[in-house]
């Protein structure tokens, strides 16, 4: 056996999440409240897992209810019950945040089950198991040993909730900018621009040379701080649009920073466009995907300009719980020969996984 095969007896000894629940005989609670919250309260519902109640930090606390649960301190179900299961219901990158997380982590067992960010099914492990062969060709993908051991670990966390095997392959967004291997011509379309930092980010990162940019942002509000903070910027191009497979206008699901997406039940409207129709045949090298879980349709509508100009890319992984299988596989089939590179950077849970892709 070779490649990812080798670890099918890692992959199947592994207790699930909801296995060590289930067996644990524990109360289980649930750490957050809010979209994350509802989420991880039908992850238990699925599994048949009893939830005890709803807890938040000391200082958020306010005498709330959650779900028809009264949010209690985390002092007070520990003087209640002692020892109990806590299940992560959001996700933070600030490192105070983070270490309260892992604090907690010292006293009970804390586990982060893996649900999408955006609608769709949670990670189970027998899923996983059955389209074994598909996680095996894009590990054989993979072009370094980094990638190799980040698609390793972050395989393990989703089966087992458990963080720690993100601390062990988080890296710095610093340390994989040299992955792009950025140039002082590039022509960059940012897919998903927000309020244009990523712009300008990549402005920082050519120290300021480049050919042109072209920015999409479907939400208004993020749009509208996109273009006041990068008009500023010579050769750009915006466009108030979602990425998408074709142009066109879609229901729109507004919601808070980054949450705002294309959605069939969404109640406002928003122009849909693809990049090749954007580009209409120009060139691109490099090009951004953060789409709220839109990213096949938005490479979809991207395939002539991948086909015809091989640009670098970057695409996130972890909108779906199967983007960091589906979507290098999805590239691959369009344009053959990327060499692909997955990295994680530090975020409970694995909402920060990265994807670059370069000729």
């Known amino acids: 056996m070779n490649g990812l095969f080798e670890f099918f007896d890692y992959f199947s000894g592994l207790e699930s999440a909801p296995q060590y629940i ?58 209640e019950c002692g020892d109990f299961i806590i299940l992560l219901a959001f996700g933070t990158a600030l490192p105070e945040i983070m270490s309260r997380i892992e604090d907690f982590e010292k006293r009970h067992i ?12 949670h990670f189970d492990k027998s899923d996983f198991m059955d389209r074994f062969d598909e996680a095996a060709r894009v590990y054989d993908m993979l072009a370094d040993d980094i990638s190799r051991e980040t698609f390793i670990k972050l395989t393990a966390y989703k089966i087992t909730g458990r963080l720690g095997y993100l601390r062990e392959i988080f890296t710095s967004p610093e340390k994989s900018g040299g992955l792009l291997d950025l140039g002082d011509s590039e022509i960059y379309c940012d897919l998903g621009a927000y309020n244009g930092d990523t712009v300008v980010e990549f402005v920082k990162s050519v120290n300021g040379r480049y050919r042109s940019i072209y920015a999409l942002e479907p939400e208004k509000r993020n749009f509208q701080k996109c273009v006041k903070n990068c008009i500023f910027l010579d050769n750009i191009e915006f466009h108030n649009a979602a990425a998408w497979s074709v142009d066109g206008e879609m229901s729109f699901e507004n919601g808070s920073g980054r949450q705002a997406k294309v959605s069939g039940s969404g109640r406002g409207k928003i122009c849909v466009r693809s990049l090749d129709s954007v580009l209409a045949g120009r060139e691109c090298t490099y090009v951004k995907y953060d789409v709220e879980g839109a990213d096949i349709p938005a490479l979809k509508g991207s395939e002539n300009t991948v086909k015809r100009y091989s640009p670098k890319l970057c695409c996130a992984l972890y909108h779906r719980c199967y983007d960091y299988i589906e979507i290098p596989l999805y590239i691959n089939k369009m344009n053959s020969g990327y060499r692909f590179y997955m990295r994680q950077y530090p975020y409970y849970p694995a909402w920060e996984t990265n994807l670059f892709a370069v000729k």
């Open 110 to 121: 804390l586990l982060a089950p893996e649900v999408p960010v955006i609608a769709g099914k």
């Open 22 to 79: 289930l067996g644990s005989g524990k109360p289980v609670y649930i750490y957050g409240m809010g979209n994350g919250g509802e989420k991880v309260l039908g992850w238990c519902a699925d599994y048949g897992i009893d939830v005890s109640g709803v807890f938040a930090s000391d200082d958020f606390v306010r005498g709330q209810s959650f779900c028809g649960y009264r949010v209690k301190t985390l002092s007070e179900v520990e003087s």
